[in-house]
């Protein structure tokens, strides 16, 4: 009679049991935000090359330290990484690493499926092409996407979907399979009974609300995936190909990306991308360096700026549903502004890249939290970026 295997005392559970039904449920997730490409079709973001691997850096001071928390009940940094499932953390301060954490389950250097902090990444790459005159924020959507003039877009500008305030009609069902929301998840090959439909085909019959582009913050997926169409269509090439040559390159990422994409190749720019939880800590610094790394300039600094700090429309943000989160927040390319001069990208099951300028710090949070929005975690996230800010 054999044992467990080393992936079964690993994880907890056989390789065999994660498929496309259940590859976003725990505790397969633990596995499978690790190994996106074993389920997904993905496409390759090359790294720099000649980077460095880099080396864990040991965090115990800081794992010991106790926090308190939106309950008020004092823990210790380590407990609250164990109850919010995080799978990987890093800490930098001035440009340095602090610290690394993984939990037992993922080695450093490993890839993680960041979820919507694909968003972040793909307007960077609007950002830089916007700075090259190649893509025009202020144009309308059909200018570049011609094939969605029936659709909520026909009428949007590029900013629309940039900000999220398109009015379009579809609803972030995350756990109904059988919503137009689970076709699209279909579309983009994420649930069992795709490939039939593309996802450029889906975004072309998604409705229009009632009342003008521009008023209100919607968080929907489906304009990020438009956004990377039209970052296609602007700079001549395919989004993993773009990434790789104008980000993942210049910004000296130590590893290589990934992005998962549908039956005709598009990218999943909502949140299909899978990086090392260091690289996307170079992201967070290469924006608090007002979008240089290493001297290099990678997006323009007025782009940045506008995205995390002026940009954005304060009262839009308020008539959304996530002001809860920041209520004195904006959202601008696909960033959010905290209203304390901090910014972030935030992803579904626990995904968070957090960047405080004023103490120096960028933090990287990448989880496997059962549930997709946890809203009263998500607060204690916020509260816990800005105690290990004050501590560093």
Known sequence: MTGPTPFEKKFGFARKAVTLANWRTAPFSRWSFQNVGEIVPSAAIAPAGSTSQDIARDMAGLLSQS??????????????????DTDALTVMKGGKVVGDWSAPHMDF?????????????????????????????DAPVTHYVPEVAGSAYGDAKVRHVLDMTVAIDIEESYLDPDSAYGRYRKATLWNPGGGAESLLAFLATIPRLDGPHGETFRYRSPNSDLLGLIIERAGGDRVPTLMGEKLWRPLGAA???????????????????????????????MMRQ???????????????????????????????????????????????????????????????????????VVIVKMSSQPEPVDDPLDLDCVAFFRQIAAMC
């Open 67 to 84: 926090i308190t928390l939106n309950n008020g009940a004092p823990e210790t940094v380590a407990a609250f990484l164990k109850r919010s």
């Open 109 to 137: 250097g490993a890839r993680h499926i960041v979820f919507s902090i694909s968003k972040s990444l793909t307007a960077i790459l609007a950002g830089i092409l916007e700075g090259e005159g190649r893509l025009d924020p």
């Open 255 to 285: 590893s290589g990306a990934a992005i998962t994409v549908d039956m005709e190749g598009t990218a999943r720019t909502a949140g299909g991308v899978s990086t090392t939880v260091r690289d996307l800590a170079r992201v967070g610094e």
């Open 290 to 360: 007002g979008g240089t790394a290493d001297g290099r300039r990678i997006v323009p600094e007025a782009w940045v700026r506008d995205t995390v700090a002026t940009g954005g429309d304060a009262a839009a943000w308020k008539r959304g549903d996530m002001a809860f989160l920041f209520p004195q927040g904006r959202y601008r390319n696909k960033w959010y502004q905290m209203g304390s001069g901090a910014y972030c990208g935030i992803g579904i099951h626990g995904q968070w890249l957090f960047v405080e300028p004023k103490s120096e």
